[in-house]
């Protein structure tokens, strides 16, 4: 039975939050504060774990950067849980390192329907290990049971995330991927209108992968289309390995 911790200072609706989940199958615990909520996450190392932002003693953002620091609670999923939903409030959550966003008020539904693919997509087994599909193209090679990527025989780890949205983009290279597709493959639900969730993630892609992240080469933007992965041809390859042992 998949562990959920619930922290949010809202009683009312952690309580209804919990009772749900725990109706759909999932043993659910509770932390009221950020302080009490990051001691639970490494003492009860949850499956998932659902965070308002707007929490007493220590907020979300803080609460959410402190856990993916530490080497025991890194690789837990966050859906941020919260009433703000200004965009910039979205991109701050995302950098400190949440996997997903969820806005107050929401419907029930769609609410145990993002737990449902947030943990089916952040399995141990990744999706791309799933199913034989590109692990090796031109210079890139991924590697799922580490949730790393050979880049230029340079390995770099990557977020859940960042590996499953690089593989997306991996099965298509040289063909544009729209946003609706990565929302659909990578994220496990129907789009919506804001992609920004898409646009920060492609972000921390480029800051890793990308020699220079604001004039990208490989991981191009296609605007008003989607996103392209373009890999180097086999001229490119060898002069970039050439130059590397010189």
């Known amino acids: 039975m998949p562990r959920i911790l619930v922290i949010d200072d ?3 609706i952690a309580e209804l939050v919990s009772i749900n989940l725990e109706m759909a199958g999932y043993d659910v615990n509770q932390a009221e504060d950020g302080i009490k909520g990051q001691a639970l996450a490494v003492q009860l190392q949850p499956d998932l774990i659902m965070l308002d932002l707007m929490l ?3 907020d979300g953002f803080t609460v959410c950067q402190r856990i993916r620091r530490d080497p025991r609670t890194s690789d837990i999923p966050v859906l941020m849980l919260t009433a703000l939903g200004q965009t910039q409030d979205k991109v701050e959550g995302f950098n400190a390192g949440a996997d997903d966003y969820l806005t107050k008020p929401f419907e029930l539904e769609e609410m145990l329907a993002r737990v449902r693919a947030l943990l089916r997509r952040t399995d141990r087994i ?6 034989a599909e590109i ?3 031109g210079p890139i090679t991924l590697v ?3 949730f790393e990527a050979i880049w230029f025989n340079k390995t770099v780890k990557l977020t859940h995330l960042e590996f499953e949205l690089i593989h ?3 099965q298509r290279h040289g063909q544009t991927v729209s946003p609706s597709e990565i929302l659909r493959e990578v994220w496990g639900y129907d789009p919506d209108d804001d992609i920004e969730t898409i646009r920060v993630h492609i972000r921390h ?3 890793k992968l990308e020699p220079d992240p604001r004039r990208p080469r490989y991981i191009k933007t296609v605007y008003g289309a989607g996103y392209c992965l373009e890999l180097p041809g086999s001229e490119e390859l060898n002069f970039s390995q050439n130059s590397a042992i010189v």
Request: aromatic share 0%; charged share 25%; with cysteine.
């Open 126 to 131: 990744p999706q791309a290990a799933k199913h």
């Open 135 to 137: 692990l090796n193209q």
């Open 144 to 146: 799922p049971e580490r």
């Open 168 to 170: 997306c983009l991996l």
């Open 10 to 12: 809202d009683a009312a």
């Open 205 to 207: 892609l480029r800051t």
């Open 56 to 58: 007493p003693k220590v």
